[in-house]
């Protein structure tokens, strides 16, 4: 109702509520009158089926006050809760209201267990199982639907339970992450390289990188090529995380295996975003994530490969 620019439609609305229930009122005090009647016998003249008449007595009491009771309600109703256009009722209820307070209340409840959390080392806390099966639900609602629900990813989605990471796997730069988000951003190099034939020699030679089969003879070309890629993934193909370039040695593809796919990343470029969740947990929600994140690479503390 606060939509509104004016007052004209809170009070036509409360105006169409309140002539209603009058209309009730006034509905049930011309039907519970005797009605005039002709017939000696308490009839109205109305007959069904050849012998079903229509009586003309009075409305039942219980039922006139049930009716009563019902409009008593309703304006007892509109005194406390929002119901009459704008007017928000005495007990000042909402629904968003209603939800913060329960969120309020749950908060409460979880915030001694939050707060041992928050004091232990990200390490200790992906040992924790209560801990991380706090941790598991907030990945199933929230990142899931991205990363899968395995955290295996997909393809443009990174695999969050092996080593390999474009920004670096530290349960801080994990929470950086999952506060900010990340983007990680190839622009297309094809210009930069040369012509399509030396495109297909540089993809030749980044194939050569991580040992994967490979035209030696183009690769060897391409390798001069790649100093315009060495920028961002340094001279030797490993990738720098504090730019999130791709690792291009360790067999492991975000975005496709393949000349075919190389070569779309060198002329088409990529942008690849992960949003920012920091508005939607609370620090100590994203300590559990983070550690939880953590410990999906690093089972019982050891990191694996
Ligand atoms: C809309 C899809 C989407 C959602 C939701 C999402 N992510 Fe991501 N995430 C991505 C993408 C895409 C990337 C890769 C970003 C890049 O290329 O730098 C990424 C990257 C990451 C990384 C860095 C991986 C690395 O290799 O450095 C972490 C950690 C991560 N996500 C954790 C999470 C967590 C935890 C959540 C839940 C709070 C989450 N993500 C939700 C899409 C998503
Ligand atoms: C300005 C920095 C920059 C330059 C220059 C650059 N890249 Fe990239 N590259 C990136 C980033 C960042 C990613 C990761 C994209 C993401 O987050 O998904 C990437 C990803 C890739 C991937 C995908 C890796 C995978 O796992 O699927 C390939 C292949 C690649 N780059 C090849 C090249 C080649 C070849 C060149 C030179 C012609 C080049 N890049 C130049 C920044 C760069």
Redesign the pocket.
């Known amino acids: 109702m606060s939509d509104f620019t004016s007052n004209f439609w809170s009070v036509y609305v409360a105006g169409i509520t309140v002539v209603s229930i009058l209309a009730c009122l006034l509905l049930l005090w011309v039907t519970g009158k005797a009605k005039a009647t002709t017939a000696s016998d308490n009839t109205t003249g109305h007959v069904w089926d050849g012998d079903l008449r229509e009586m003309n007595n009075p409305l039942p009491r219980w039922w006139a006050w049930l009716f009563v009771i019902t409009i008593v309600f309703a304006l007892v109703y509109l005194a406390l809760y929002p119901g009459l256009g704008t007017y928000a009722g005495k007990l000042a209820w909402t629904s968003s209201g209603q939800h913060q307070t329960e969120v309020d209340k749950g908060n409460a409840e979880t915030a001694p267990l939050y707060a041992k959390f928050s004091a232990m080392k990200p390490e200790d806390v992906a040992k924790d199982a209560q801990a991380m099966a706090i941790g598991e639900r907030l990945?199933m609602n929230?990142?899931a639907?991205?990363?899968g629900s395995d955290a295996r990813g997909n393809k443009?989605?990174?695999n969050?339970t092996d080593n390999?990471?474009?920004?670096?796997?530290t349960p801080e730069i994990?929470k950086a992450?999952?506060t900010k988000g990340?983007?990680?951003m190839m622009p297309p190099m094809a210009a930069a390289v040369g012509t399509a034939d030396d495109v297909k020699n540089v993809a030749q030679y980044v194939l050569s990188l991580s040992g994967s089969p490979h035209d030696s003879v183009r690769a060897a070309l391409g390798k001069e090529k790649f100093v315009v890629c060495a920028a961002c993934h340094g001279p030797d193909g490993k990738g720098m995380q504090a730019l999130?370039s791709a690792n291009l040695t360790d067999n492991i593809w975000l975005h496709g295996y393949g000349e075919a796919a190389i070569i779309a990343m060198i002329n088409g470029g990529k942008t690849?975003?992960?949003?920012a969740?920091g508005d939607k947990f609370s620090e100590a929600q994203i300590h559990v994530?983070a550690s939880y994140?953590w410990g999906l690479s690093n089972k019982g503390g050891v990191a694996a490969k």
């Not at 390999?164 to 796997?169: E, F, Q």
């Not at 690849?272 to 949003?275: A, D, L, S, V």
């Open positions: 990945f929230n990142c639907q991205c990363h443009g989605i990174p969050l390999d990471w474009l920004g670096g796997g994990i992450d999952i990340r983007i990680g999130g690849n975003i992960m949003p969740h994530l994140v």
